[in-house]
């Protein structure tokens, strides 16, 4: 991966390309606002921190790729990113998730970045230490063991019986056994290792409510840590056993402490939260009464002081979201961003409008990026030792067919060439490699993606097709 921390806008939109077409206003604007988070991060003076995030509001219709683009972005900044869905949220006061949730969420996340990166580092250590657990259980070490004798001790090896030549020969022998695990020889053999469990029962506490849920995971945190884990004997092979026991070493390397401490900085500097189906939340224009608008307006109310900043409690310590990059979305179709209360849209300053796909954005969506559609499906062909040829014309028909339904049905955006692509090839899928053997050479032609999908158009009841 690229190092995050020196590119450019531009390099930026460039890696957001090789994976979504078109929409370069947004690609521009999320761009700019990673490349502020470096530019924040290097600033010398103490206005460092009055330099908050200008947080983006995505209007768009669905599948034209807002969410694709958020998920891009972080995996470029190799940032703590969580999505959730507005909608998903209730008001304080009533059962349901509260906005705070969606912070917690982040921190988990970071957690787990920082984690698999502390373990990176220490991974040759913890593999020597697996290797040694494997070897101890293939051939078990003989030890010199101290002996009383009249008050004098000692670790003679010929008072227990262990003549120095033995010695000799279980080392050779060990060292011999070593050479053969690293060189793979020994992956079937089986061994029996002791693996650590979990240390105890969840907590749960009858009729707690609306009892702080960060009170009981730190609860729960404080007595799973007092419980000794349980460890049990479980004989696998040792390719099983360097999987199970490399976890296990890897996590003894790493100081926790440290690890929570740089996550919290993390998500605070780095982290990304987007909440996609704002718009499920806005009023639709209306105004006063009662009813569902005055929930929504309450969820509203309560992702404020989150997008505006403030101290969220984690069963990791306290974060602050000052600094935390809010990217919001929605289509917008019944409501306006003007219907969201004003102190909400003034925390989006950056709005983006993404444009509808075009029957040419489909052709480009069909061939252009790394994860293309047809792409994948030479890769799924591939593994069947089938190949798979899609002709010019034949995406040229598909890319037709997907926009000729999004136009006369439901507007889906790209998500409707999987329906397309779906339709067109499951047939394939089922017979490989059953009735299509390996070797086979299938082509898909203009012709028989017309008539495949003749009667896709015809039949107004795609509820099974779309996702």
Known sequence: MIDSKY??????????????????????????????????????????????????????????????????????????????????????????????????DLVEQSVTLVKAGKKEAVKEKAAQAVEDIILDALIPPLRQQPVRNQGFSSTDSSSQGIPEGDLELNERTRNHFREKIRNGEMEERKIEINIKGSSGANVGMVGAG????????????????????????????????????????????????????????????????????????????????????????????????????SSVNTKYGVIKTDHVLFVAAGAFHISKPSDLIPELQGRFPIRVELDNLTKEDFIRILKEPKNALTKQYLALFEAEGVKIDFSDEAIDEIANMAFTINAEIENIGARRLHTVMSKLLNEFLFDVPDKIAQNTHIEINADMVRTKLSGLIKNRDLSEYIL
């Open 210 to 309: 609306m009892m702080d849920e960060v009170s009981m995971m730190n609860l729960q945190e404080m007595i799973n840590g007092m419980l000794p884990k349980k460890s049990k004997k479980r004989k696998v092979t040792v390719g099983e056993a360097r999987k199970m026991l490399l976890e296990e070493e890897a996590s003894k390397l790493i100081d926790m402490d440290e690890v929570k401490e740089e996550a919290i900085r993390r998500a605070e500097e780095a982290g990304i939260i987007f909440i996609d189906e704002i718009d499920k939340i806005a009023s639709g224009g209306k105004k006063g009464g009662g009813g569902p608008d005055v929930s929504r307006e309450g969820v509203q109310r309560d992702l404020l002081p989150i997008v505006e900043g």
């Open 7 to 104: 590119l450019t806008p531009k390099q930026i939109v460039e890696e957001l390309d090789k994976y979504i077409i078109g929409q370069y206003e947004a690609k521009r604007n999320v761009a700019i606002a990673l490349r502020n988070r470096w530019r924040r991060m290097h600033v010398k003076s103490d206005i460092q921190n009055e330099i908050v995030p200008n947080n983006i509001l995505m209007i768009g219709a669905t599948g034209v790729g807002k969410t694709e683009i958020a998920r891009r972005l972080a995996k470029i900044a190799d940032a703590p990113f969580v999505k959730v869905e507005a909608s998903k949220f209730t008001e304080v006061g009533y059962v349901g998730r509260d906005v705070e949730s969606m912070v917690r």
